[in-house]
């Protein structure tokens, strides 16, 4: 599996959209893209943040771009749109609710095997998913309430926790200190991404690029 989790959009860290094309193995003026915009459906909110997301991606791929709307469409009608894409963007919002979304629509199981030659990026929500959920504490730092839509787990298909906005202005207790926490009472890796970080996921490698990022293991630093 190849995978870029982030806070935010590949292309807001250095050296990002290289990375997207190494791993893909094409030039980024025709990489294609599958976009899923489902985690931000529950928000209140302003979404210009997906807008300039998915217009950063425009504008930096050249290929060609689809939207996937997984309720909405069938989910076999789905597939066909991420088969010509080389990059599965998942973007953020809420990833409880993205996890009702995956699972009401069968997207759950029929994403490891997209994952077998499709390069995933997360941001955000989109991010977290692929690995373990955190804790109430972290939730509610998130999002302000605890929203769970009676989820239990992600989807662990990376054996770490990702959380994102790490020292953001806008999620101040997204801290280092709440990341300590978190750490302690688990036994996998926590990555905590400002968003100029990303974890980079290549079969069993696994790596960090950008600045401004945490990884503890049991409350200590982890290589």
Same mark, same amino acid.
């Given at each position: ?13 250095? &050296?990002? *959209?290289?990375?997207?094309? $190494? ?6 003026? !025709? ?20 807008? /300039? ?18 309720? *909405?469409?069938?989910?076999? $009608? *789905? ?51 692929? &690995? ?6 972290? !939730? ?15 989807? /662990? ?15 101040? /207790? ?12 688990? /036994?996998?890796?926590?990555? *905590?991404?400002? #968003? ?15 600045? #401004? ?6 409350? $200590? !630093?982890?290589?």
């Amino acid at each position: 599996m190849k995978a870029i989790l982030a806070s935010s959009d590949i292309t807001k860290i250095a &050296g990002g *959209a290289a990375l997207v094309e $190494k791993m893909t193995g094409k030039p980024r003026a !025709q990489i294609n893209i599958a976009i899923i915009n489902e985690a931000s459906a529950v928000e209140f909110a302003h979404h210009r943040w997906a807008i /300039d997301t998915m217009t950063s991606l425009a504008a930096n791929f050249g290929g060609d771009i689809e939207i996937v709307h997984l309720l *909405a469409i069938p989910l076999d $009608k *789905a597939i066909e749109r991420i088969a010509v894409a080389d990059m599965l963007a998942v973007l953020g919002g809420n990833v409880d609710w993205l996890k009702v979304v995956f699972d009401r629509t069968g997207f759950s199981k029929v994403l490891p095997e997209i994952l077998k030659d499709k390069l995933y990026h997360g941001s955000s929500a989109g991010a977290m998913i692929l &690995g373990h959920r955190p804790s109430v504490q972290v !939730q509610t730092a998130l999002y302000g309430e605890e929203q769970t839509f009676g989820v239990t787990n992600y989807l /662990d298909l990376v054996n770490l926790s990702i959380l994102p906005h790490f020292n953001s202005t806008d999620m101040p /207790d997204i801290n280092a200190r709440l990341v300590r926490l978190e750490s302690k009472s688990v /036994d996998y890796p926590i990555y *905590a991404l400002s #968003d100029n970080a990303a974890v980079v996921v290549d079969g069993k490698n696994i790596s960090v690029i950008g600045s #401004d990022y945490i990884k503890l293991i049991g409350g $200590k !630093q982890g290589e």
